[in-house]
């Protein structure tokens, strides 16, 4: 397989896809996106997702690649200040929620084709996360 090097992530030092994924509060996987190809961010796969057209995600949590979205975000430490308790506190209950989803998500990536490097030709890869999908959410209904 040739390089790709629009699909490469310098922070995985590999080539990859972007994925997201929701899931219900008790941790159950409800919709996974298409894949966008190469190094995007968390906002960028969103966007190209349309999840959110037509909601309002203020309620929903998210990591801290969603900051700007709309969604729920974790509370940043600024440079020049110590963070407040209630600030400390809400970051806390903040990730006891979001713990669900990464586990969810970890359950998800528990098939082998997503966990490790995609060995195919890239260009199969759609195809590939689509049947996983699909496999993942019939041997869970």
């Not at 899931?23 to 190209?48: E, F, H, Q």
Request: aromatic share 10%.
């Amino acid at each position: 397989m040739a390089f790709r090097p629009e699909l490469f992530s310098g922070k995985h030092r590999t080539t990859g896809h972007t994925v997201q994924v929701g899931c219900t509060p008790d941790g159950r996987l409800r919709w996974v996106s298409d894949p966008i190809p190469g190094s995007r961010n968390d906002i960028v796969g969103l966007k190209a997702s349309h999840i959110l057209d037509g909601r309002d995600p203020g309620t929903w949590p998210g990591d801290k690649g969603y900051i700007g979205s709309g969604i729920l975000t974790l509370i940043r430490k600024p440079r020049n200040r110590e963070q407040p308790d209630w600030e400390i506190d809400f970051n806390r209950q903040h990730n006891s929620i979001r713990v669900v989803v990464e586990r969810a998500i970890a359950q998800f990536k528990t098939w082998r084709v997503l966990h490790t490097d995609y060995r195919r030709p890239i260009n199969t890869f759609t195809d590939t996360i689509s049947a996983v999908i699909g496999l993942y959410f019939y041997t869970t209904e």
